[in-house]
């Protein structure tokens, strides 16, 4: 690797603003001006690396993903359009790889990595309802203890055994 990390940091952090102002139509130039800057200060040896990846190429895969369906029918589905959109990224981003003469193809579906994002929710989920089962079961019944009891006077105040007023 050559090159700064700082001068690719600020080159990402600007290409995402402008993802963010075009409201996300500006990804696939993003992708391929930030792989093109990876690749060039990239070498496998003496061989320099580099990205003939074009964002025209991403973006008509990106509409095919996207389309169809309505709103309610996306959220539902998002797992399997976001597995497919990181499919279709990764055969893009493969496919445009160069060290040399050397180049790479990939023949990655877009379905190939639906199972695997499903895993992960499925563990994620798994996770979650035993940490909470498992924080959940102990004892939080406070009413039972003695220093928590609170008792307010005629006024309203609260007089008890951890109130400052008392």
Same mark, same amino acid.
């Given at each position: 690797?050559?090159?700064?990390g700082?001068?690719?940091?600020?080159?990402? *952090?600007l290409?995402?603003?402008?993802?963010?102002l075009t409201?996300?139509l500006?990804l696939?130039?993003?992708?391929a001006?930030?792989?093109?800057?990876k690749?060039?200060?990239?070498?496998?040896?003496?061989l320099?690396?580099?990205?003939r990846?074009r964002? #025209?190429?991403?973006?008509a895969?990106?509409?095919?993903?996207?389309?169809?369906?309505?709103?309610?029918?996306?959220?539902?589905?998002?797992?399997f359009?976001?597995a497919?959109?990181?499919?279709?990224?990764?055969?893009?981003?493969?496919? *445009?790889?160069r060290? &040399?003469?050397?180049?790479?193809?990939s023949?990655?579906?877009?379905g190939a990595?639906?199972?695997?994002?499903?895993? !992960? +929710? *499925?563990?994620?989920v798994l996770? !979650?309802?035993?940490?909470?089962s498992?924080?959940?079961?102990?004892d939080?019944?406070?009413s039972?203890?003695?220093?928590? #009891? #609170?008792?307010?006077d005629?006024? &309203?105040?609260? #007089? *008890?055994?951890?109130s +400052?007023l008392?």
């Amino acid at each position: 690797m050559a090159g700064s990390g700082s001068d690719y940091a600020w080159r990402a *952090g600007l290409w995402s603003l402008f993802v963010v102002l075009t409201l996300g139509l500006a990804l696939p130039w993003r992708q391929a001006a930030l792989e093109r800057f990876k690749m060039r200060h990239t070498f496998y040896g003496d061989l320099p690396g580099a990205s003939r990846a074009r964002a #025209r190429s991403f973006q008509a895969r990106l509409v095919a993903v996207a389309s169809g369906g309505c709103r309610i029918a996306r959220s539902i589905a998002w797992p399997f359009i976001y597995a497919a959109f990181k499919a279709v990224e990764w055969r893009w981003w493969v496919s *445009g790889i160069r060290f &040399g003469d050397v180049h790479f193809e990939s023949d990655m579906r877009r379905g190939a990595l639906i199972g695997l994002y499903w895993k !992960v +929710i *499925g563990w994620s989920v798994l996770l !979650v309802v035993a940490l909470s089962s498992w924080i959940g079961g102990r004892d939080r019944d406070w009413s039972r203890h003695e220093q928590c #009891r #609170r008792t307010t006077d005629a006024k &309203g105040r609260v #007089r *008890g055994a951890n109130s +400052i007023l008392s």
